[in-house]
């Protein structure tokens, strides 16, 4: 259901996150056209800082629950709790978690969302200073799934959270492996 004030909430909340994945060590890419925001996506390493209570007051977490209610706080805890247990259940320690990829409507299919992802993966093997590195992500959207594996991400598991509830929603996590596509180490004889 929409409500009123629900699109300011919901992009303060998405602004809120990308500050705090920014000040916690992770990364957010845009690709604009035109002076316009086409496609985004938030990457962050596995071992992302927790929050200092100044972080979080920056940037404006402490106001979800007058924002949105003190329900959905909660309501938003268990399920991030439960989705990183079934994530790391089904694909293990990613060096790497893909934490969200948005294209605008109207610019979905074009492949600007291939090109932000395909950016994203360089930019991870950039920084691996050539050690294997994997990337992991958790979806809701089984068309989704297609486009992930077009891009050389696996299938590692699938999970329910909430079940039994009107509010269940299923869950695909996938796993891109970088070992086999990293120049081997050291000097190389002919």
């Avoid at 790497?96 to 299919?109: D, I, N, P, T």
């Avoid at 950039?126 to 991400?153: D, M, S, W």
Wanted: aromatic share 10%; glycine share 10%.
């Amino acid at each position: 259901k929409n409500q009123p004030g629900q699109k300011e909430c919901l992009v303060w909340l998405f602004r809120s996150r990308i500050g705090l994945m920014r000040d916690l060590g992770g990364y957010t890419m845009g690709l604009f056209k035109d002076d316009e925001c086409v496609a985004t996506l938030s990457l962050g390493p596995r071992a992302l800082k927790i929050p200092s209570f100044l972080t979080m007051v920056v940037n404006g977490l402490f106001l979800w629950p007058f924002m949105l209610g003190f329900t959905s706080l909660i309501r938003a805890l268990y399920i991030g709790d439960r989705a990183l247990k079934h994530s790391l259940a089904c694909h293990g320690e990613s060096d790497w978690e893909l934490m969200m990829v948005a294209a605008s409507v109207k610019h979905q299919g074009q492949g600007y969302g291939t090109q932000l992802l395909k950016s994203a993966i360089e930019f991870v093997k950039e920084h691996g200073n050539g050690n294997p590195l994997t990337i992991g992500l958790t979806t809701q959207h089984e068309k989704n799934v297609a486009f992930y594996q077009r891009l050389g991400f696996h299938l590692t598991g699938e999970y329910d959270l909430l079940p039994g509830t009107p509010d269940e929603f299923h869950n695909w996590t996938m796993r891109l492996d970088l070992a086999h596509e990293l120049p081997p180490k050291g000097p190389q004889t002919p």
